[in-house]
């Protein structure tokens, strides 16, 4: 198996990663997903424009933590069979265009595509934070205290969405399952951490994980390159790298891998430079569900041939 740049093939199926875990980790995310369910959802459901005969399309938005007014396409089956799908977008992204989520509507399922805030779709802006913030999303309130973490945030958002979807007419809240690609496969895993109801996850090259190794590698290819930026702007002579690098831990899916309760199928690329293998393989080999991995040894960060196939498979099981 190749693996180029990063580390033997054999290496990557032991790896645990290098980023630290900080120790109040667990005591962080309870009182998150408590500041979440005090958090009013202020639920808006309103038509689309855009509409088929076989499904219902409307702009779906709550408030999130911070009160930020965040946003997702929702499209439900005329006849609901169920089970539900939450789609989560690459990095700077938006929710995509609602006829390519009609093939799940055909099959009875509600789809929920979250816009994350402050990027390409509907949502808000993050909250205000202290510090750091220029021309960066993953480093934004690593200055500020951790409960300011804008990805803490983001991950809260994708818990409110599977919740406001797991009571709507037609949803079966043991039915869920949470699908997407690069910040999308990120959240994916996220969100299954954090909402041990999704009983099927499909993350593709996941993002958002073992920072500290991405850094390392020293690729300075985007997203990660924005690590190396904070320290040129920050701190130049890395006097206070090993707390920057504990409290991105709170926000690190590989910390938030073991909590996952959900069947997971990982598809990973093995000479991606965007999100190096060793970063994912930190996540897959923390994780303690059911799990599987595809594997595409000669593509990097790039479309995957029978990936959507594949995930499309997966969740017409739940």
């Known amino acids: 198996m190749p693996s180029n740049f990063d580390m033997p093939f054999d290496e990557l199926l032991t790896y645990q990663g290098s980023s630290p875990?900080?120790?109040?980790?667990?005591?962080?995310?309870?009182?998150?997903?408590?500041?979440?369910?005090?958090?009013?959802?202020?639920?808006?459901?309103?038509?689309?424009?855009?509409?088929?005969?076989?499904?219902?399309?409307?702009?779906?938005?709550?408030?999130?933590?911070?009160?930020?007014?965040?946003?997702?396409?929702?499209?439900?089956?005329?006849?609901?069979?169920?089970?539900?799908?939450?789609?989560?977008?690459?990095?700077?992204?938006?929710?995509?265009?609602?006829?390519?989520?009609?093939?799940?509507?055909?099959?009875?399922?509600?789809?929920?595509?979250?816009?994350?805030?402050?990027?390409g779709g509907l949502s808000s802006q993050e909250t205000p934070v202290a510090g750091w913030s220029m021309a960066t999303y993953l480093m934004r309130g690593v200055d500020d205290r951790p409960d300011n973490l804008l990805f803490r945030h983001l991950f809260l958002d994708t818990v409110r969405l599977a919740r406001i979807v797991s009571e709507l007419d037609g949803v079966d809240p043991e039915r869920l399952g949470a699908m997407g690609g690069s910040q999308g496969g990120g959240l994916t895993l996220a969100c299954a951490a954090l909402e041990p109801r999704i009983k099927l996850a499909a993350p593709v090259h996941p993002f958002l994980s073992d920072y500290r190794r991405a850094w390392e590698l020293d690729l300075e290819v985007a997203p990660y390159d924005e690590i190396g930026e904070y320290f040129r702007r920050r701190d130049p002579t890395h006097r206070n790298a090993d707390e920057v690098f504990r409290r991105m831990g709170y926000v690190d899916v590989r910390n938030l891998a073991p909590r996952v309760r959900a069947k997971t199928v990982m598809t990973m690329s093995l000479s991606d430079r965007t999100c190096p293998p060793s970063t994912q393989f930190a996540v897959y080999n923390k994780l303690e569900c059911e799990k599987s991995y595809r594997l595409y040894p000669d593509f990097g960060h790039h479309r995957l041939p029978g990936t959507d196939d594949a995930i499309y498979a997966l969740l017409s099981t739940l």
């Open 21 to 119: 875990r900080p120790d109040d980790f667990d005591e962080f995310w309870a009182r998150a997903l408590a500041e979440l369910a005090d958090t009013p959802a202020n639920v808006e459901i309103t038509p689309a424009e855009f509409q088929t005969p076989y499904a219902r399309c409307s702009h779906l938005w709550f408030t999130g933590t911070g009160g930020a007014r965040v946003h997702a396409k929702l499209l439900q089956p005329r006849t609901p069979a169920g089970p539900a799908v939450l789609q989560f977008h690459g990095y700077y992204g938006d929710s995509g265009d609602w006829f390519e989520k009609l093939p799940y509507v055909a099959l009875g399922h509600t789809v929920a595509a979250l816009d994350v805030r402050g990027q």
